[in-house]
């Protein structure tokens, strides 16, 4: 993987990039079954990829918190867009096609998807977790921080040359990275109080003597009601549409009740769910015991 970043940027800022590029090669080769790499763009290339795409391109904005915080951009072509959406939606390659809302949303979920990988990886460089979330379809109101670029380049001639544009809050928050730091001691103990004072209150169960119970975890991308008749219809390769729009986030279920939701990841080849909002521990017994 060959990347020209500027020399003056950062290590932080590097190991960033790094994490993304290896991330968007990672998800795109568990998709495809095709090795993929990337190799940075000249600064005559993103400087021509930025006029261009600023007039043009799809973006892609995403904010950061936790151990990183601030924004930062993704654009690329709208063919290139095109052709990642149908990628993701396993559809051959269709240049004639319109960027449809649908084909918008499945790039904003392979997006998604490489920043699920791309924060993971970035976990014990930064020495905390990261949390990146979808932001909408701009570059940003502010003056960018660094503009960088690279080209994904999958199997023969397919290339994505992609533009990532480092908010001036991020550019500080890469800059001054702090060291890795050991969890205090008493965060689990901490996260568990609720459930300990609840077991220990009258009139409400022991919590503890149940922690060792394994219980059956699922995600839920939707559901929808059919009647009968076309359930018995179904045949392979038939088409079930869900309730559910692309970018909505799944749910976690324990013993059939929602507990969580999160974004779908891949993670060594397999599916993960990154958790966003997950009910407190009293609502999660509750639901549970419903």
Known sequence: MSNEI????SDGTKVYLSAWTASACDVLEKITGTAFSAEGLTSQEVAEQAETL????????????NALKGEQSFGICKSDALHLAQILMGEPFDPTRDFSSEYQDALAEL??????????????QVG???SLQWAGYDPGNWKPHLQWGFRL??????QFPLLILIGPDLGESLASRPAPKAAPPSAASNRSAPLTSAAASPGKRNINLLLDVELPLALRFGKREMPLSDILDLTAGAVVELDQKILEP??????????AHGEVVVLDGHYALRVTEVLNPEERIESLAA
Request: charged letters at 20%; proline letters at 4%; hydrophobic letters at 45%.
């Open 153 to 158: 380049k999958g199997v023969g001639t397919t």
């Open 6 to 9: 500027s020399p003056s940027a």
């Open 111 to 124: 997006f998604r998807q490489f920043a699920g990988t791309a924060a993971l990886a970035l976990k014990p």
């Open 128 to 130: 905390g977790e990261v």
């Open 250 to 259: 799944v749910e976690l279920l324990v013993g059939g009740k929602v507990v």
């Open 54 to 65: 600023r007039r043009e391109g799809i973006w892609l904005r995403f904010t950061l918190a």
